[in-house]
């Protein structure tokens, strides 16, 4: 009866069972998790989501939303029982309104990342969240897991880029939030409830984004570092001279980017030595006039000179700065062709970045002699990527059974110093057993309630964010 209700609400187009047509959205992208929906809803609108919701709260189904797939933790993979009904974002993808006045994008949340950031620009703006599956991710998702990415040290995360959200509840009942106003002080902000929250308070279905003007210079720099503390002096360097100016501060490591140059076909060093580590520096303006490639030049030639940088290039092309961007982009790519690896997708104050990979790398070598150690990521804001790449001739399985020993030794060291045991990627199904030691008591108790009040029946993404 339920799927007789849902056939009928959906017809052919917007109900999947075949387990051939379902695969796809069965398994997460990192194939840690792989598992059986009882079929895949696509509605089309927001209308027909809602009452496939109604009608799933009514028999008690089970939801797990889905945007782009691209989840690191598993967030978006049902179970394996056949219980759960996967609800596809993707053909929700329009885009409802833009004003480049109050700087504004009303957006579908199917629509991909790309296609924000397109939208954008054709108006002389820009969405300036970016992130490696940004071809694919959904801005649904992005929001769900209050994505964070390559620019956030000048712009946010997710989080701070919206304005206004539209949500269907558990029980199917459709919450208009999409004020597009930078000043509205009316009770709790329930918008930000739903951002972070994974699917699991309900299912975002369109957003109000904030925009920022296009820049109309930018600089690109790729530079060889001989430690993560001379990165940390060059970041310094330019967030004294202008943070305005920093659209990215980027560190890699010599074996991560050894991986990319290996791995990756078409990739090369912009210069002729490779170095034990690297940082990408990214400034942009929408300034005209700004000087930013005398600035650029300037503060290289004083960290050259202060030991800071061995060697540096900066772009010459829109072609070059896409290449060194690439060297970045691909190390995740990169390390999936090196066989299996553990992510730890941590943060902390950006003053201990290096020393927490100086710790980190010790700690995890001890516990495993000949892991490889891949630290890369968002230096600028303290997101560091601390992955682990199997030991050569290791088996993958065997590799993976010791996650929790890895991420465990690794969490050790970023409570030391203060940090989180998830910057960016969120909590999903891999990291839900961690909550209750990092964030039990209070915390923890006050998101169950939450969690209570809005879904009684704990029907949304459910085993995800709470243990
Ligand atoms: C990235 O910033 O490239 C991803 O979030 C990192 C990863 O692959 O762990
Ligand atoms: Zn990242």
Known sequence: MLLEALTS?????????????????????????????????????????AAAVKICAAHGARIVPQGGNTSMVGGATPSADGTEFILSLARLNRI??????????????????????TAAEAAGCMFPLSIGSEGTAQI?????????????????????????LEVVLPDGEIWNGLRRLRKDNTGYCLRQLFVGAEGTLGVITAAVLKLVPRPTEREVALCAVPSPEAALALFTRFHRNDPAA?????????????????????TTLPFATPAAHYALVDLATPRPQAGLRAAMEQLLEAALEAGDIGDAAIAESEAQRAAIWRLREEHTEAQKREGASVKNDVSVPVSKV??????????????MPGIRVVPFGHMGDGNIHFNLAQPVGMDGAAFLARDHAIMDTVCAVVRRYDGSFSAEHGIGRLKAYM??????????????RIKAALDPAGTMNPGKVLP
């Open 9 to 49: 609400l959906l017809g052919p187009r917007g109900l999947i069972t075949e387990p051939a047509d379902t695969a796809a959205y069965s398994e997460d992208w990192r194939k840690l998790y792989r598992g059986q929906p009882r079929a895949v809803l696509r509605p089309a609108d927001v209308g027909e989501l």
């Open 96 to 117: 409802r309104a833009i004003d480049a006045v109050d700087q504004t994008l009303t957006i579908e949340a199917g629509a991909t990342l790309k296609a924000a950031q």
């Open 140 to 164: 649904g998702g992005i929001l769900s897991t209050n994505a964070g990415g390559n620019n956030t040290v000048r712009y946010g995360n997710a989080r701070d880029l919206v304005l206004g």
């Open 246 to 266: 920093i659209q990215a501060f980027e560190y890699m490591s010599g074996l991560g980017m050894d991986f990319v140059l290996k791995n990756i076909p078409g």
């Open 354 to 367: 290096p020393a927490f990979i100086a710790e980190a790398t010790a700690a995890c070598q001890a516990l």
């Open 435 to 448: 909550m209750p030691d990092w964030r039990g008591g209070a915390e923890l108790a006050v998101m169950q």
